[in-house]
């Protein structure tokens, strides 16, 4: 059974970059996209970006040039950055394996992120 | 703002059936973009419920149904249990398969 496990600091300043850690266990990698997504306090989910077998990225307009997704396939892991953090970037965080179709059928259970000065 | 509409909140009986609708425009919901329905319940890892509209991925129960028409989707469930109770959102993603969008969420009440 594919398992997601989730890493990274849960506690910033504002301007500092987030740094979250995806691994895959149970399961390949390199076969499917991998997604990000968050949901703020009290709000819904956003989607933040993702990445594809060949690695390349796309990513929420609203944070595109704040964020880098990348794998290291021989550790099997999935990483986000997500740069010049503010209060509202505050939330919980998930990684997700994305089906063809977009629909994201394996998720991680999530990291509280704080941004707080 | 979400891309996609949904009501912010639901209530229903146990055993009951309820129906959350989702809306988007055509560029969301084109012909061939395909829906997801997701339950979250507190503390626990999201699920997904409905995948290409109307597809159960393997142990999801048969209480569960999708369908799409036209700009709207909607996930139903049937035969209401207090365990139903949770947030449920829709996706689906943008006419050049750029990104994924949400639905705003439907906070599920049964009581």
């Known amino acids: 059974q594919v398992q997601l496990n989730q890493g990274g600091t849960g506690l910033l300043k504002p301007s500092e970059t987030l740094s979250l850690t995806c691994g895959v266990s149970g399961g390949s990698l390199s076969a499917y996209y991998w997604a990000w997504i968050r949901q703020p306090p009290g709000r819904g989910l956003e989607w933040i970006g993702h990445i594809d077998q060949g690695g390349s990225t796309n990513s929420n307009p609203s944070l595109k040039s704040r964020v880098i997704i990348s794998v290291d396939p021989s550790k099997k892991q999935v990483f986000l950055k997500v740069g010049l953090m503010t209060a509202a970037d505050t939330g919980l965080y998930y990684c997700a394996r994305v089906l063809g179709t977009y629909s994201m059928d394996v998720w991680g259970k999530g990291t509280t992120v704080t941004v707080s000065s | ?111």
């Open chain 2, 1 to 111: 703002q979400s891309a996609l509409t949904q009501p912010a909140s639901l209530s229903a009986s146990p055993g009951q059936a309820i129906t959350i609708y989702c809306s988007g425009t055509s560029t969301d919901f084109g012909t061939s973009k395909f829906v997801s329905w997701y339950r979250l319940h507190p503390d626990k890892a999201p699920q997904l419920l409905i995948y290409e509209d109307s597809e159960r991925p393997s142990g999801i129960s048969g209480r569960f149904s999708g369908s799409k028409s036209g700009n709207t989707a909607s996930l139903t469930i049937s035969g209401l249990q207090v365990d139903d109770e949770a947030d449920y959102y829709c996706s689906s993603y943008t006419s050049n398969n750029a990104f994924m969008v949400f639905g705003g969420g439907t906070k599920l009440t049964v009581l």
